[in-house]
Structures are given as structure tokens and as C-alpha cells.
């Protein structure tokens, strides 16, 4: 808060006349970033050409927020404050998860997607692996890059579910992202 203030050129009064503490700062600045990341799904969804470029959009735009949230960032927020881990854990089990099965019932539609799976379980699933990412007890940052998870994860998940028209799809439009 000191550094705060200081950058802002005001007091830590003036601030604590605002906010109450730094727990509730951090909580209005998550909400406002997590508000914003709404919006700009929203975009990718809109932009998309068909479910598969809508996944791999998707895909990409959480890889880059995953890669810029620092592990100390994360420790943080888990052991002070909890509060604020619990609205990343909130939006990631209700808007991502939502964003994901709205995407797998879109490519079961179109025929990009096997019909042969339940969007709900496996949209679960990619909101659960997604998160694994940022556990340090089981991929440490020293030995795990979090982007070459992350491009692992959207494999080992688009591979899982496409179908045989999806296959064509990407042969024909996503050969150098696949490395196929």
C-alpha cells in the first residue's frame, strides 16, 4: 500500500478513505481485469469462423493469461488472500466453463466435434487441466514451462474430441499450429 500510495502521490489515509484495506484493492482491481477478460472472450467468440477456430482462439487468449500470471502472483493470492483466489476459481468454473461447453455444443452442431461425448463432463475437464497448469506441486515453474503445457493441454483436448470433417479442417487450416 506504501508503494501505492507513493506512485500516487497521495497519503495512506486519503487511500484508506476510500478503500478499506488492501484485500478489498485487490479484490476491485481482479474483478475489473476478470470484467475486462469477459468482454474480450466475448470478442473472440464473435471474431471466430467456426468452433475450432473459436477453441483455438480461445485456447490462445487463456495460454497468454496463464503465461503473464506469475507463480508468486498465484502463492500470493492463495495464502493471503483467499478471497480474491476464490473469484479466479469462480470465473474460471462459471464463464470459462460456460465458454468451453457453448464452444463444444457449437463443433458437435457444425460436425467439427465427435457427437459421442457429453459437452458438460468434458468442459469440466478442460477447466480442470487448464488449472493444473498453475499448480506448483505438480508442474514447478523451474521444470515445466506453462506455455508448452498449456499448447499440450489444447492438443491432447482438440485431438480428444474432433471428428473426422474437424480433422480435414485442421489438416487444411491449422497444419503449422498442430505441427501435423
Known sequence: ????????????????????????????????HLAKSEEELTEVVRL???AIDEMLQLSMYLLNYIAHMSPSIIYDLQKYHPQSWKLIETYQETLVEQRIYNNLVRGQQEMLYRSDFDPRVIAKLYVH????????????????????????????????IISEKGLKSILRNYKKIFSI
Open 129 to 160: 487441466k487448464t488449472s493444473a497448469i498453475v499448480d506448483q506441486d505438480l508442474f514447478p515453474a523451474a521444470e515445466f514451462d506453462k506455455a508448452l503445457l498449456f499448447k499440450e493441454i489444447i492438443k491432447y483436448h482438440i485431438f480428444g
Open 48 to 50: 471466430s469462423k467456426d
Open 1 to 32: 500500500m506504501e508503494d501505492i500510495c507513493r506512485n500516487m502521490g497521495v497519503s495512506k489515509k486519503t487511500i484508506y478513505e476510500i478503500i478499506e484495506s488492501k484485500s478489498e484493492l485487490i479484490n476491485l482491481v481482479l474483478s475489473q
